[in-house]
């Protein structure tokens, strides 16, 4: 059964970079028929996609972060990372990272599918 | 950007009722609609993909109808292991958008 788990730090400084890894277990991250997405979720609030990649680097992502953030894949080590810079205590919040199924993938943008498994998430808090 | 709008926000409920959540897209997003269910502390479970197929191993008690701009979904009796909250998803276009979220309480 496909596992997904988040890592990283807990505690980052405003202005510095998020950087969380997600490590595949149970499956192959260089599967032709899924992206892999991360998702995260303020506390007490909803959920707001951030971006998802192909085993080939390929990515989409969310424009309200877009300037901010990097997703990238090493299917060397069955794992893909989200990097989010300058961040301020508004990026506090619980991260996911989940295998999206898909249906059609433009290179402008991503139709179809959905996340499935998710990972257990990680708490990541901005503050001084 | 496709604005998601589930209603009711909070709902409560007796075990064993019937139980519909609404959610509405701001454009026409085919059958690209999932549900998910959270419960506290723990990641979302896909229970409903394409607005009406049940995910393998989701009780049958679950259901989603819709397509276009409104989708619902209907717990046809209310297990206590259901209280939780419930978001939809649409898929249709980047960026993904999520519903705010229908927290159902035990009444």
């Known amino acids: 059964q496909l596992q997904l788990q988040e890592s990283g730090p807990g505690l980052v400084k405003p202005s510095e970079t998020l950087s969380l890894t997600c490590t595949v277990s149970?499956?192959?991250?260089?599967?032709?028929?899924?992206?892999w997405g991360w998702i995260r979720q303020p506390p007490g609030k909803g959920l707001e996609w951030i971006g998802s990649?192909?085993?080939?680097?390929?990515?989409y992502y969310n424009p309200s972060l877009k300037s901010r953030v990097t997703i990238s894949v090493d299917t060397s080590k069955n794992q893909f990372s989200l990097k989010l810079n300058s961040v301020t205590a508004a990026d506090t919040a619980v991260y996911y990272c989940?295998?999206?199924?898909?249906?059609?993938?433009?290179?402008?943008?991503?139709?179809?599918?959905?996340?499935?498994?998710w990972g257990q998430g990680i708490l990541v808090t901005v503050s001084s | 950007d496709i604005q998601m709008t589930q209603s009711p926000s909070s709902l409560s409920a007796s075990v064993g009722d019937r139980v519909t959540i609404t959610c509405r897209a701001s454009?026409?997003?085919?059958?690209?609609l999932n549900w998910y269910q959270q419960k506290p502390g723990k990641a979302p479970n896909l229970l409903i993909y394409?607005?009406?197929s049940l995910q393998s191993g989701v009780p049958s008690r679950f259901s989603g109808s819709g397509s276009g701009t409104d989708f619902t979904l209907t717990i046809s009796s209310l297990q206590p292991e259901d209280f939780a909250t419930y978001y939809c998803?649409?898929?249709?276009?980047?960026?993904?958008?999520f519903g705010q979220g229908t927290r159902l309480e035990i009444k």
């Open positions: 998803q649409q898929t249709y276009i980047t960026p993904i958008t």
């Open positions: 149970s499956g192959s991250i260089s599967s032709t028929s899924y992206y």
């Open positions: 454009q026409s997003i085919s059958t690209y």
């Open positions: 989940a295998r999206q199924d898909f249906q059609y993938a433009s290179g402008t943008y991503l139709r179809g599918g959905w996340f499935d498994p």
């Open positions: 990649v192909y085993y080939s680097g390929s990515t």
């Open positions: 394409a607005a009406s």
